[in-house]
């Protein structure tokens, strides 16, 4: 397993950290957090190990998209990719700006859940991508029916742009901004 490439300690919840996605070694892993039913808006319930190795393979040599195991208190715990919404997911679906970069993300299941877990790794992912000075705003474009990932996106800073037809889904494209992010986390967002 690689070592984290990043890492925040949440004031409440601990130590947080991301590290390169290895989509041989990862895969039973994430087939079990993707294929999961809370995990419907991923879009890969029926797949199999092969097909999620296949696809984070995939991922990994593409030029403009990488994916990375979150851990939480040094176990894997979260999925995120980060991809260059000019050529991938959004490519000629919005107009794109100079420093926008999209990112998902999947929280694996548990039968314990943690009151907040989920706005802390939404929080660190965020504090990751605006760790690169190059990134002005973060783009997302989750399924209009998530509701959920909705109330989360707007509870860290993302502003609503509007429905956009993809092939797969109607996705609720919406941005944030470092100053967006900062003001809804008050500025606390420690490294």
């Given at each position: 397993m690689s070592a984290p490439i990043?890492?925040?300690?949440d004031g409440r919840l601990g130590r947080f950290a991301l590290?390169?996605?290895?989509?041989?070694?990862d895969a039973p892993l994430l087939h079990g957090w993707v294929t999961h039913p809370r995990a419907a808006f991923w879009l890969m319930q029926d797949a199999d190990v092969t097909r999620v190795a296949d696809e984070y393979r995939r991922i990994a040599a593409h030029p403009h998209h990488d994916a990375f195991v979150g851990l939480w208190q040094d176990r894997p715990a979260f999925l995120v990719e980060r991809y260059d919404p000019a050529h991938v997911e959004l490519a000629g679906l919005y107009d794109a700006a100079d420093g926008d970069v999209g990112m998902h993300f999947l929280?694996?299941?548990?039968?314990?859940?943690?009151?907040?877990?989920?706005?802390?790794?939404?929080?660190?992912?965020?504090?990751?991508?605006?760790?690169?000075?190059?990134?002005?705003?973060?783009v997302v474009e989750p399924d209009v029916r998530n509701r959920a990932v909705?109330?989360?996106?707007?509870?860290?800073?993302?502003?609503?742009?509007g429905p956009?037809?993809?092939?797969?889904?109607?996705?609720?494209?919406?941005?944030?901004t470092r100053d967006q992010f900062l003001a809804a986390t008050r500025g606390e967002v420690p490294a």
């Open positions: 990043w890492q925040r300690t590290r390169t996605l290895d989509p041989d070694t929280c694996a299941p548990t039968d314990r859940p943690v009151h907040g877990f989920t706005r802390a790794v939404i929080t660190t992912v965020l504090a990751w991508l605006f760790d690169d000075p190059a990134v002005r705003r973060v909705h109330a989360l996106n707007a509870a860290v800073g993302f502003t609503v742009v956009l037809a993809k092939p797969e889904k109607t996705a609720l494209l919406s941005v944030c």
